[in-house]
């Protein structure tokens, strides 16, 4: 029996985050265009933040999250259009106005150890009809009994599927093995993954999570999003149809979209430099290196610094407002 697994492209999402928010409705149309004639099975669009991200502490949206909605709702004609949902950033209001602008699709996130959050917002996306998936954030922050702990909650709260997301990109292929494993075993819903490349990992890791049978797997045309990107969506399929896995994707249209949508418009490769990097060694979310870019620069002192305290300090996500506090007292140490 050949294994099959359904992809989730976040390039209009976490891609969001490497272009400082600055997607244009042209160029989400058109990506979205090519994506959805390439096969992908859903795609997620939103602030890199999720719905309701738009703010001064995670970055301004170049254009209204619901207009680019709009825009990209009116050419999606075989995908689910999905939209990612962080409880406390985003309301249920945001949840029920994204309905009416055609998400049909949504991933309710939460930090590892705090999924109860999304109780109310995944029992509300259900009774709208909505696909929904509980997302559990910086998995590398937990241990897989944790995880399985959390992710019932999402179970029994209604979730279609439970998805567990290396948001730092700081997992090992082994440290994958082990928690996909344990939620294949422990649930009665499907797992999937989300993998950041700051480590180099990204496409090892999700092929770890689709063999411990993981059936949903996220990517982004290009890499395109935080620190050094997500599992790159073409080489994935690439790799895929080299090792005998199905999905709905056409490898060459996936190509093409990549080339003549998505490269052009990027704002700086998606490499692993010294910052990416250190990301995925210190296990410091994704989404905030520009944001210790902009506060190593504004104080002295090297992003390096910066992402190893914020590591060691154990900030998550909804926390960008400690990194300017962190490199003002490395600035004051060095006096």
């Given at each position: ?218 990517g982004s045309l290009r890499g395109l999003g935080a620190g050094a990107g997500n599992a790159q969506m073409e080489v994935l399929q690439a790799v895929l149809q080299q090792s005998g896995i199905q ?40 989404s905030f290196l520009l944001h210790a870019k902009r506060a190593s620069k504004q104080f002295g002192v090297t992003t390096k610094d910066v992402l190893m305290e914020l590591g060691r300090r154990k ?21």
């Amino acid at each position: 029996m050949k294994r099959e697994v359904r992809l989730v492209d976040v390039t209009l999402r976490d891609g969001s985050h490497a272009v400082s928010h600055s997607f244009t409705k042209e160029q989400a149309a058109g990506i979205a265009r090519g994506l959805d004639e390439s096969g992908v099975d859903i795609i997620e669009i939103s602030h890199g933040d999720g719905l309701g991200g738009s703010s001064i502490n995670y970055g301004r949206s170049g254009t209204p999250e619901m207009e680019l909605i709009d825009a990209v709702s009116g050419v999606v004609k075989n995908a689910r259009l999905g939209a990612l949902l962080l409880p406390g950033i985003g309301t249920i209001r945001n949840l029920e106005e994204a309905y009416d602008h055609g998400v049909r699709a949504l991933r309710v996130a939460t930090h590892v150890t705090e999924a109860d959050v999304a109780i109310q917002h995944i029992r509300v996306a259900k009774e709208k009809g909505m696909f929904v998936c509980g997302f559990l954030m910086m998995v590398h922050m937990a241990e897989p009994d944790k995880i399985l702990e959390q992710a019932r909650i999402f179970e029994e709260a209604g979730a279609d599927y439970v998805n567990l997301a290396d948001s730092a990109g700081h997992l090992t292929p082994d440290e994958v093995r082990r928690r996909i494993s344990v939620l294949r075993e422990g649930l009665h819903i499907p797992v999937g993954f989300h993998a950041h490349n700051n480590l180099g990992l990204a496409i090892a890791n999700s092929l770890a999570a689709i063999e411990e049978g993981a059936s949903y797997i996220d990517g982004s045309l290009r890499g395109l999003g935080a620190g050094a990107g997500n599992a790159q969506m073409e080489v994935l399929q690439a790799v895929l149809q080299q090792s005998g896995i199905q999905s709905r994707a056409n490898l060459d249209r996936l190509l093409e979209v990549a080339e003549k949508e998505v490269q052009p418009i990027m704002h700086r490769p998606q490499v692993i430099d010294t910052d990416s990097l250190m990301l995925g060694y210190a296990g410091v979310y994704s989404s905030f290196l520009l944001h210790a870019k902009r506060a190593s620069k504004q104080f002295g002192v090297t992003t390096k610094d910066v992402l190893m305290e914020l590591g060691r300090r154990k900030m998550v996500g909804g926390q960008e407002d400690m990194i300017v506090d962190v490199a003002y007292e490395l600035s004051q140490n060095r006096k």
